[in-house]
């Protein structure tokens, strides 16, 4: 069974920093996009990141884009989101997520989800 956990959440000051990671078990991860989903309290649960297992084209939201970096360690089974200029805007659950192959168009229904670390952005 796939199990998703991330971690690296916390409360800062807006435009700080914050790195979050995710670890997988329970299966291999080859060909396997992960990524990043966020939500709000009181809003629906968002897209903010993937990246293939190739580490080829990443896709970013346009609200996280060219502020957040998504990266991946294939040999550990890890995903990460550098998350930089971090605004009140950004505060949410982040959710790590997983799925079997490239995908193409809109992610909206991952295979897998972790359950979530909180960030918090005040100021």
């Known amino acids: 069974q796939v199990q998703l956990v991330e971690s690296g959440g916390g409360q800062v000051q807006a435009g700080a920093s914050l790195r979050l990671s995710c670890t997988g078990s329970g299966r291999t991860f080859a060909g396997y996009t992960m990524g990043w989903f966020r939500q709000a309290p009181g809003k629906e649960r968002e897209f903010v990141s993937r990246i293939p297992w190739n580490r080829g084209q990443t896709v970013y939201a346009d609200s996280v884009k060219g502020r957040f970096t998504v990266s991946r360690d294939n040999a550990k089974n890890m995903v990460y989101l550098q998350m930089n200029s971090l605004r009140p805007a950004d505060t949410s659950v982040y959710y790590c997520?997983?799925?079997?192959?490239?995908?193409?168009?809109?992610?909206?229904?991952?295979?897998?989800w972790g359950q979530g670390t909180q960030v918090t952005v005040v100021g």
């Open positions: 997520a997983t799925s079997a192959g490239v995908i193409v168009g809109p992610w909206t229904s991952p295979a897998s």
